[in-house]
């Protein structure tokens, strides 16, 4: 099995193995720790998580039959380790797997609990051209890159067997043997539990989902705004930018689209891009069409035009005209009064 999967396992200090101790504690990296540490002493894994079975017991785990609370487990343990004849305990207290290059997450303290004596085992992996541990991989992933790559180096380190002091709780007596690993691997002791690394997988995956660039399954393509020729490649921006100027071009139906749409990439507000037409401050060339030639108005801009009028209508006793104005007054007088009925009516 060590020649097909390219698994090269070392220990040092093998004479501390299995010292009279009935329980093993050990730090997680891969999904096939107690495969190798079961190759160099006998013990056994209780299967905490997964359906139990072919796949359960063709992966190493030993099946205890308790499907209820932490509580349960305990009892079950305590009385496997009672019976002399059963092999020691082999228990990861992170209850999920790391790389093990930066630091350790918070031990449990049930695995403490079991007994008054365990011995900590220090995991190190090492693997070439591929991370050792992928964070919310599934161990068949993990199989399939143990296959790929040359060869897998475990190292095992046996250390000696940490007792229970006198009145001393399940938590303390877990988190001074996190430190003693901490301290054997070279890592930092956290107190990250396996609930909150968890936790923050769940936030990349929900932040991923966000992103633009992100695949929305949910999106159909019905639901997508058109994009005129003239845009191609359809980003995000520029829809935004064409639905934006579709509204400007409602109001001042003789301003070049373009130039609305060079105004908009600048200022990202059609309040704003109206204003600057207006005022002038955006120089163009009006367009100019003739009646017959004008496609028929749509709904937008008859009620546009209509507002318009009826706005600059209520302020000047004056019928409008299509002339242009000879004094300077009523020229100005006009403009304010055109530009107030756009505001109003972009507002609304």
């Known amino acids: 099995m060590c020649s097909v999967l390219g698994l090269l396992v070392r220990q ?14 050990a730090n997680h990296v891969t999904p ?10 006998s013990c056994n894994t209780p299967a905490l998580s997964g359906a139990p079975g072919f796949i359960c017991w063709s992966r190493g785990f030993m099946e205890l039959g308790v499907t209820g609370s932490r509580a349960e487990l305990v009892d079950s343990l305590k009385e496997y380790s009672a019976q002399q004849g059963n092999p020691p305990l082999l228990l990861f207290p992170e209850e999920a797997a790391t790389n093990g290059r930066a630091g350790l997450l918070r031990f449990s303290s049930w695995p403490f609990s079991i007994l008054d004596e365990v011995q900590p ?13 992928v964070a919310d991989s599934s161990w068949i992933t993990e199989l399939l890159w143990t296959f790929f790559v040359p060869f897998t180096v475990y190292q095992v380190r046996w250390m000696p067997s940490v007792p229970r002091r006198a009145d001393e709780r399940s938590e303390d007596f877990a988190l001074r043997v996190q430190e003693l690993l901490a301290m054997e691997l070279g890592v930092v002791s956290t107190r990250i539990t396996a609930a909150d690394r968890s936790e923050h997988m769940k936030r990349l995956r929900h932040t991923a989902q966000r992103l633009p660039f992100a695949p929305a399954s949910s999106q159909r393509l019905a639901a997508r705004p058109r994009v005129p020729p003239s845009l191609p490649g359809g980003a995000p921006e520029d829809v935004r930018v064409v639905v934006m100027a579709q509204q400007v071009k ?21 309040d704003t891009t109206i204003a600057n037409l207006l005022e002038g401050r955006v120089p163009f060339f009006p367009e100019s069409k003739e009646a017959g030639d004008l496609p028929a108005p749509s709904t ?8 318009i009028q009826g706005s600059v209508a209520a302020p000047s006793s004056k019928p409008a005209t299509k002339q242009f104005a000879k004094s300077p007054v009523e020229r100005h007088l006009s403009l ?8 109003d009516y972009a507002r609304r």
């Open 12 to 25: 040092s200090d093998p004479r501390l193995r299995g010292a009279g101790a009935r329980v093993f504690i």
């Open 32 to 41: 096939f720790d107690h495969n190798v540490v079961s190759l160099l002493t």
């Open 121 to 133: 085992v220090a995991l190190q992996v090492r693997r070439p051209l591929v991370a050792v541990s």
């Open 250 to 270: 409602e109001v001042l139906p003789h301003v070049p689209l373009e130039v609305i749409r060079t105004d908009l990439v600048q200022t990202n507000c059609v």
């Open 300 to 307: 937008s801009q008859a009620a546009a035009a209509s507002g």
């Open 336 to 343: 304010q009064e055109r530009k107030r009925a756009l505001y």
